[in-house]
């Protein structure tokens, strides 16, 4: 009887896209979801969190609809910045005009320079 303190498992969360047999791709607008061969339209899942295995496995067993996923590569999931290249969550991006910075860099690009960081031990 011990208390299984179980580490919630970091399983990463990766994003996919949805194809038809016909390798058309899940997309929605106003009129509902449809498949369209335009792979910039396609709808981006995130296959953990929006559970995409079970309700496709659901839509096979009462509808014989066989769908399959499709990873969406990370070098079209996140941004680029344009000064430190580091690959960020869009949402972590700021487009300056010119060019797409981190906070960080925007943040140095606009005059207010921060002392650079001291080199911190890594734990391990
Ligand atoms: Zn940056």
Redesign the pocket.
């Known amino acids: 009887m011990g208390t299984d303190k179980r580490i919630a498992s970091p399983s990463p969360d990766f994003r996919v896209m949805i194809r038809n047999a016909q390798g058309h791709y899940l997309a929605r607008d106003d009129h509902g979801l449809f498949f369209t061969n335009d792979r910039a339209a396609a709808m981006v899942f995130d296959y953990l969190a929006d559970r995409v295995a079970p309700q496709l496995e659901e839509l096979q067993k009462t509808r014989g609809i066989a769908l399959a996923v499709e990873p969406v590569p990370p070098e079209e999931v996140y941004e680029h ?1 344009d ?2 290249e ?1 690959l960020l969550m869009p949402w972590l991006i700021y487009f300056d005009g010119k060019r797409f ?2 906070a ?2 925007r943040r140095r690009e606009h005059g207010r320079a921060r002392p650079p960081r001291p080199p911190r031990a890594r734990e391990k």
């Open positions: 910045c000064g430190c580091d910075l981190c960080e860099c």
